[in-house]
Nanobody, 124 residues
Framework: QVQLVESGGGLVQPGGSLRLSCAASGRSFSSFRMAMGWFRQAPGKEREFVAV????????SYADSVKGRFTISRDHAKNMASLQMNSLQPEDTAVYYCSAGGSSGLVGTAQGYWGQGTQVTVSS
């Protein structure tokens, strides 16, 4: 099994920055064989894709709404993924979830792995 724990959420003013971290652990986690990603869910809305990074860390993809503002990265040695969020706006307010997955269960799906989420609130 794989356990994912998010951290770094909090309250920030519009235009500010936050860096989220996702720590992976468990005997089933394979750093170089699992993609990792970030998803978010605002109150009353469905969970949406934010960013994903490939198992190798060489390829990334972002939702149009965060391109140019957010950057996903990973550290294989530390079994961690991060999401640097800049120029935050109120519409970025949501619970942010980390996900991981491989061939047996794709990242961002019900068959993949998920953390419990961390709250990000952007407000003046």
């Amino acid at each position: 099994q794989v356990q994912l724990v998010e951290s770094g959420g909090g309250l920030v003013q519009p235009g500010g920055s936050l860096r989220l971290s996702c720590a992976a652990s468990g005997r089933s986690f394979s750093s170089f064989r699992m993609a990792m990603g970030w998803f978010r869910q605002a109150p009353g809305k469905e969970r949406e894709f934010v960013a994903v990074i490939s198992s190798s860390g060489l390829s990334t993809s972002y939702a149009d709404s965060v391109k140019g503002r957010f950057t996903i990265s990973r550290d294989h040695a530390k079994n961690m993924a991060s999401l640097q969020m800049n120029s935050l706006q109120p519409e970025d307010t949501a619970v942010y979830y980390c996900s991981a997955g491989g061939s047996s269960g794709l990242v961002g799906t019900a068959q993949g792995y998920w953390g419990q989420g961390t709250q990000v609130t952007v407000s003046s």
